[in-house]
């Protein structure tokens, strides 16, 4: 029998493939496709106090084994997705996580005050629709010049305190690569109260348009993701996990259950799935089962046979 469960502070994780914000929405699409249910967990669309339009000009642009993505954020604001998306999550038989961005120190604790009223509210009536909040410290600090709140520690420890103390659910905290020391950041995160981390957020680069003697983006840079980034991300998440006790979560390029293995084995808990649901539609359900087949043919009974192995 394959043990391929975990959990992270109570949080059942039925498998460790999650799918990460910002590539599956809320589920619904890719539910018409496959059951989600059959997915560890799901972190939605990236979420902020207010609605956002996002970026102008071109959003997404192909890479060599990977994708540029210069979205911005667009959502339609926290308020709306408790009022449209939470009675879907209900019926979901998976961990479900809410991705939470902000450009001020107050939009963050604003927005987890929204979610913890509402789940809440819903436990009183016996229901759950949200069983972790990820916290995305990648985003600009608009107080502060547009530098991300994750670059510097000084500046995240601010941000993890305050959303800790005014949210009670489980936490993760979203870690950025271009933070000045990321290891030094887990730590932190775990020092002021989350109960786990998660990375790699995208990587920051570029594409010109020669001919066009221009940046292909409207920003000049974007997210880095995908395959490409694999490497990055891997040794990130063995520095990380050699330095917290707290779980963490790992991605960056996963397009297989070999890559899963590899991110497990580095010390991941479980991890997300980005760009490669947009390689295949199906990646989650298809990921799970190949998840099980190899362990079988690696005669790994559990994952925590191999976790932090390296």
Same mark, same amino acid.
């Given at each position: ?19 990460? &914000? ?15 249910? #059959?997915? =560890?967990?799901? @972190?939605?669309?990236? +979420? ?68 913890? !009223? ?19 410290? @990648?985003?600009?600090?608009?107080? !502060? ?6 670059? %510097? ?15 009670? +659910?489980?936490?993760?905290? %979203? ?13 932190? #995160?775990? /020092? ?41 991300? +891997? ?9 917290? %006790? ?20 580095? =010390? ?16 989650? &359900? ?7 087949? +190899?362990?079988?043919? /690696?005669?790994? #009974? ?9």
């Amino acid at each position: 029998m394959i043990k391929l469960s975990s959990e992270i502070a109570g949080v059942h994780f039925k498998n460790p493939v999650v799918m990460a &914000s910002g590539t599956f929405g809320f589920g619904r699409e890719y539910g018409k496709l496959y059951d989600v249910s #059959c997915l =560890g967990g799901i @972190s939605g669309k990236g +979420l902020t106090l207010n609605p956002k339009t996002g970026n102008s000009g071109i959003r997404v642009y192909e890479t060599a084994s990977g994708m540029l993505n210069s979205v911005g954020l667009e959502n339609t604001g926290i308020a709306a997705f408790l009022e449209r998306e939470c009675a879907y999550w209900e019926t979901l038989d998976t961990a479900r996580i809410v991705n939470l961005g902000g450009g001020t120190l107050e939009d963050y604790v604003l927005g987890a005050e929204m979610i913890q !009223e509402d789940a809440d509210k819903r436990l009183r009536s016996g229901k759950t629709a949200v069983d972790m909040i990820e916290l995305n410290i @990648s985003c600009p600090n608009v107080k !502060e010049g547009g530098i991300a709140f994750g670059v %510097k520690t000084c500046a995240a420890k601010e941000v993890v305190r305050a959303v800790r103390k005014a949210a009670k +659910l489980p936490l993760a905290v %979203k870690l950025s690569p271009n933070a000045e020391d990321i290891a030094e950041m887990a730590q932190m #995160c775990q /020092e002021e109260g989350a109960d786990a981390v998660s990375l790699i957020n995208t990587i920051s680069g570029m594409k010109i348009d020669v001919r066009r003697r221009r940046s292909v983006f409207d920003n000049l840079y974007a997210g880095l993701s995908g395959p490409a980034v694999k490497p990055v991300a +891997l040794r990130m998440v063995h520095q990380v996990a050699k330095r917290v %006790k707290i779980p963490v979560i790992g991605m960056g390029g996963i397009t297989s259950a070999l890559d899963i293995l590899e991110f497990i084995m580095a =010390g991941a808990a479980v991890v997300q799935v980005g760009t490669y649901n947009f390689m295949n539609l199906r990646a989650g &359900s298809t990921l799970v089962e190949e998840l099980e087949h +190899l362990m079988e043919a /690696e005669n790994i #009974c559990s994952l925590d046979e191999i976790r932090g192995i390296i």
